[in-house]
């Protein structure tokens, strides 16, 4: 949401606070020359490593390198590397802003796998540089195995990025000891139109600092600033050790190039020398797709951020893109809208494999909420609802028409997961309480924000009767990660009864709210 344009202030636009350069401060010890300036020596992994995608057998193992180098990695079932199995990844450069990744296969289901990444000169495969390790869990291929993952979003938001006087991003060291099978980023992985500046004065006084890259100094425009705003986060010690040891399942949602952007918008913000929202957006996924391991990004998958991950026979993660599908931001009356949120492709697609899944459980990765009240401007709205509790219009048709579907076709365990609105909740849907009846009830849960501001709770929208059972949000807009808690949802299945557990959480370990959700049934 944002109150106006051209970087005005709002639930997700640029913090206003002190003014000051974009000189490092306290950087961890990694190079940030650029790699083609590196000179000599042995490739190195200092950006660490990580794992996405990860199924019963298969998962894509990640790194970026100093320089140009062949991508080597090796697996094996105990750290020791004993009888390693070794995988010939691709020769990273330039193109890829030296990034690579290694698509793995016929691993054991329901297994620790250990991992390290090798990175070898291109021309003298015996140079190679000091390994970098990691490990993660497959999915498990029997029903009998319980399922944990945590799911959040919005990272260095509002200007409030890595502060050293916090421990950096310690929410990541938080997830990483509760140890996942995975991690969902339901998008704003990075705040490509916030840049983060050396010093932040709090309401109270305090000084929040921030570690600072010449990239994050200004809005993201061109590929090599949107690389960088991706390559920041990676700064923070946090963040590495937890993609090392946790896979990720990760979505986009509009900051990863401007705030509320919809295809073929002209951008109204005297920041920007590029105003085409198009050409940004392009700009970004390219880098998007460089800095994390998603497999349906690759050309020969069509280049797209929606997909299903198969975690085994408990769960299916439906991965959704609200944001390169979408019709114009709007007042959202329209009495036909085949177009809506999704793009009518996507919603096939979605119903499709919603049909298809025998899994026990499917969770709906939404980058955006549905029954939350999300403005853009005055007149506008940017997510599926617009504030008329009567019948579905707009964006809500193409909703209407998915839940109708899943009551329809009686497709079992469907749960919605989301974040984007800096705040956490729980929304309870039912069709007794709604003006659009032809649905079964379901839940849907928020979470975060990871680090950025917290804003104050939005209105709901009764056309699909939501309740609202929890809800815990700042009293007033852009509070700091020092003065707010962020906030992480958790989700275990017990392999025994099937029971989905969902706890939302707040840094510092606090269950703030639970829910047992019993498997087998269309509606909840």
């Excluded at 990760?250 to 509320?260: A, F, G, I, P, Y």
Aim: glycine share 10%.
């Amino acid at each position: 949401m944002a109150q106006g344009s051209g970087g005005g202030f709002g639930r997700r636009s640029l913090l206003q606070g002190t003014a000051a350069g974009s000189a490092a401060l306290a950087l961890p010890v990694l190079s940030c020359a650029a790699p083609s300036q590196a000179r000599g020596g042995r490739p190195s992994a200092d950006w660490g490593v990580q794992v996405g995608d990860v199924t019963t057998s298969s998962g894509l193992v990640w790194v970026r390198s100093n320089r140009p180098a062949r991508m080597v990695v090796q697996t094996a079932a105990t750290e020791s590397f004993r009888n390693a199995r070794t995988w010939r990844g691709p020769v990273i450069g330039a193109g890829t802003d030296f990034t690579g990744v290694t698509s793995l296969h016929g691993l054991p289901p329901g297994e620790q796998v250990h991992y390290r990444v090798l990175l070898a000169d291109p021309d003298d495969p015996r140079r190679t540089g000091e390994p970098v390790s990691g490990t993660f869990r497959t999915a498990p291929a029997h029903r009998h195995k319980d399922v944990r993952f945590h799911w959040s979003g919005d990272l260095a938001g509002q200007g409030w990025g890595i502060n050293p006087d916090r421990g950096g991003y310690r929410i990541y060291e938080e997830m990483r000891r509760r140890n996942p099978d995975f991690f969902l980023c339901s998008g704003d992985n990075i705040y490509a139109d916030n840049p983060i500046t050396e010093k932040v004065t709090l309401p109270d006084g305090r000084i929040w600092r921030n570690v600072t890259t010449e990239e994050k100094a200004k809005v993201a425009e061109t590929l090599a600033e949107f690389r960088g705003a991706f390559r920041y986060n990676l700064l923070d010690d946090n963040l590495r050790r937890f993609n090392a040891q946790v896979p990720t399942i990760t979505q986009w949602d509009d900051h990863e190039v401007h705030n509320n952007w919809y295809p073929g918008q002209l951008l109204d913000d005297a920041r920007y020398t590029e105003k085409d929202a198009d050409v940004l957006s392009a700009r970004s996924l390219r880098a998007f797709g460089e800095y994390f391991p998603i497999r349906t990004l690759r050309p020969d998958r069509g280049g797209r951020v929606y997909r299903v991950v198969h975690h085994g026979p408990l769960l299916d993660v439906f991965v959704l893109d609200m944001r390169r599908y979408r019709n114009a931001n709007s007042p959202g009356r329209q009495t036909d809208d085949p177009q809506g949120i999704l793009g009518a492709e996507q919603l096939r697609w979605l119903k499709r494999e919603l049909s298809r899944s025998h899994a026990v459980w499917k969770v709906i990765a939404s980058d955006m909420p549905l029954g939350l009240v999300v403005p853009d401007g005055k007149t506008d709205f940017e997510a599926v609802a617009q504030g008329d509790p009567g019948a579905p219009l707009g964006r809500e048709l193409q909703l209407a028409e998915l839940l109708r579907h899943i009551k329809h076709d009686r497709i079992t365990g469907t749960v919605w997961l989301t974040t984007d609105v800096h705040y956490t909740s729980a929304q309870h849907y039912a069709p007794e309480r709604a003006a659009f009846k032809d649905f079964e009830p379901f839940w849907e849960f928020v979470s975060g924000p990871l680090n950025a501001g917290g804003f104050q709770a939005l209105k709901l929208d009764g056309t699909f009767g939501p309740t609202q059972p929890f809800i815990k949000a700042p009293d007033r807009a852009n509070t700091s990660p020092a003065e707010t808690p962020q906030n992480f949802g958790e989700i275990d299945i017990d392999g025994g009864s099937g029971e989905l557990t969902v706890r939302l959480r707040q840094e510092g370990g606090e269950v703030l709210f639970s829910k047992v959700l019993q498997p087998g049934r269309v509606g909840q």
